[in-house]
């Protein structure tokens, strides 16, 4: 009877410890997926406010009204970079690393004068080919025009 129970402890023991060592693999696969979503060259197509809680566009400012091209570059080895008019823009966060963090955030990490930082944003990709950037900015109240928020969008180079 000794060796039973012992046998019976030892199987529960092994099924609960193999249970809680498995992870979801479809939850890796879309994580991975965004992951390679994201690299890639992005050409700034227009930043655009919208009244919070809405779709309804506040404002348009389509990349033809800048004097500028502006591209960001997110590289297979985690690095990210900001072009002006294919010169890179030489601000400390406009470079650094990023980080697929999990539905659909990601982290970008920089450095200021020295001192690492970083910031979340929330992207949302449309198809292959449009990235929109910065989606969970947080409402601003904005008199002339109420509550918005405002995301920028940039398409596949």
């Not at 091209?69 to 590289?75: G, I, K, P, Y």
């Not at 990709?125 to 929109?132: E, K, P, V, Y």
Request: net charge negative; proline share 2%.
């Amino acid at each position: 009877m000794k060796i039973s129970k012992s046998l019976i402890y030892l199987f529960v023991t092994v099924l609960t410890f193999s249970l809680s060592s498995c992870s979801n693999d479809s939850d890796d696969d879309s994580m991975e997926e965004a992951t390679e979503l994201i690299i890639g060259e992005w050409l700034f197509a227009s930043q655009n406010d919208y009244r919070c809680g809405t779709d309804e566009v506040v404002t348009d400012r389509p990349a033809s009204d800048n004097e500028y091209d502006q591209t960001l570059v997110f590289n297979s080895d985690m690095t990210y970079l900001r072009y002006r008019d294919g010169e890179l823009v030489d601000f400390e966060d406009q470079m650094g690393t990023w980080e697929n963090i999990g539905d659909g955030f990601y982290r970008l990490n920089y450095t200021v004068e020295g001192e690492p930082d970083s910031y979340s944003l929330e992207v949302e990709f449309i198809g292959n080919n449009t990235m929109n950037f910065g989606i969970d900015d947080p409402c601003v109240e904005i008199s002339t025009k109420g509550n918005i928020y405002t995301y920028s969008v940039y398409n596949r180079q």
